[in-house]
């Protein structure tokens, strides 16, 4: 019987916790179930509050890190009965990022992940794998995009040229080449600040489908200005989060756009998500015509539209098509990113993250 593993993942738009419980019986991920527990809101404004400097970071962090973990034990209960009887080898724990500043400051830089993960096997019983970066941030990477080595185990084709854009709060791209060679990198905000902006005027967490956005105009000055942001222009490896793409980052912008209405920014905003996304195909897998895309983004019928704009020659479709649900795909990495640690396999890709080499990474709390 194929053993079983749970993935969990929290990410850049704090909406909540997701996990699967899968099984991997050819070493892709076949969904056994899905789980999602909203964050509180009180718990929710910490864990963005603590993105950016504060006061008395260390405590405020420490407990936040306990409550998230709480969160995450109650989507391992609600995985688990849905598979009466069948034991959990372990749990891939992603954890929350609040800080990632690879490289910078001192050549080594950090990434901050909030996590509990020796709360998180006491309360559940099983083994827990964690902190699953900083080992190729050790090794000179990014530490970011992890997910490029599970698309290709996932999605990837022999002869055939794939892109896959994981859309959440920030948009990475894996770029699946049809030689076997599998490059990828963080393309800049996903979703995060459409999700920022819809919160800020219409008090929703979201823009459902993306039907504020199409209700506006791009505006090209804006748009500009955005595109002139140094990331863009960076050649992988590269990753990015709230540390570059974040509300005072918008609001400067549009100091210079006083008139702007706010669902013309909400149109430019994902009109930059896709632009970002599109450009990075176009540059480093320009044989590519197929692109699948996962997240929460595949669910924003707007964006959606607005990449087959710009990617014209292109099919374009969810994750779904390939046997796994666009919300289940990110836990489903961590999920496998835990059953290569447990087999001793590496689970970065240097070609991706620019580190030195193939690491081991996590660390293996046991039940």
């Known amino acids: 019987m194929d053993e079983l593993f749970i993935g969990l993942m929290s990410g850049t738009s704090l909406d909540g916790a997701d996990g699967v419980l899968a099984a991997f019986p ?28 504060g006061d008395n970071e260390l405590h405020r962090a420490a407990l936040a890190a306990n409550a998230l973990t709480r969160v995450y034990s109650e989507v391992v209960t609600a995985l ?52 699953l970066r900083s080992r190729d941030l050790a090794a000179g990477g990014q530490g970011a995009p992890l997910v490029p080595a599970f698309h290709n185990a996932q999605f990837a084709c022999a002869g055939q040229d794939i892109a896959v854009a994981n859309i959440g709060g920030i948009a990475n ?12 990198f963080d393309c800049g905000p996903g979703n995060a600040l459409m999700d920022l902006w819809c919160l800020r005027h219409r008090g929703a967490a979201f823009d459902d489908r993306g039907r504020w956005a199409a209700q506006g105009q791009v505006l090209p ?12 222009a960076l050649s992988p490896p590269k990753s ?4 570059d793409f974040h509300a005072d980052w918008l609001d400067a912008l549009l100091a210079g756009q006083p008139s702007a209405s706010a669902r013309d920014v909400q149109a430019t905003l994902c009109e930059l998500t896709a632009r970002t996304v599109a450009d990075g195909v176009h540059r480093h897998l320009p044989r590519a015509r197929e692109l699948l895309v996962c997240g929460g983004g595949a669910l924003n019928d707007e964006l959606m539209r607005r990449l087959a704009q710009a990617l014209p020659q292109f099919h374009i479709e969810s994750t779904a098509s390939r046997g796994l649900a666009p919300l289940h795909v990110e836990a489903a990495a961590f999920a496998w990113l835990a059953r290569a640690h447990l087999r001793g396999e590496p689970g970065n890709l240097s070609a991706v993250t620019g580190a030195r080499g193939p690491r081991l990474l996590g660390a293996l709390y046991p039940a």
Not at 34 to 45: C, E, I, N, V, Y
Not at 115 to 126: D, K, Q, R, V
Not at 240 to 243: A, L, Q, V
């Open 221 to 232: 000055a804006l748009l500009d200005a955005a595109l002139r942001d140094p990331y863009f």
């Open 80 to 131: 688990c009965e849905a598979a009466p009887g069948r034991a959990v080898r372990a749990i891939g724990a992603h954890g929350q990022t609040v800080r990632h500043r690879p490289g910078q400051f001192d050549g080594t830089g950090y990434t901050l992940q909030l996590n509990a993960p020796a709360l998180l096997a006491e309360l559940t019983g099983i083994a827990v794998v964690a902190d």
């Open 240 to 243: 990015t989060g709230r540390d």
């Open 173 to 184: 791209l894996s770029l699946l080449g049809a030689d076997g060679a599998v490059r990828g």
């Open 26 to 53: 050819d070493g892709r991920a076949q969904v056994l179930a899905h789980a999602h527990r909203p964050f509180d809101p009180a718990l929710r404004g910490e864990l963005l509050a603590l993105n950016t400097p």
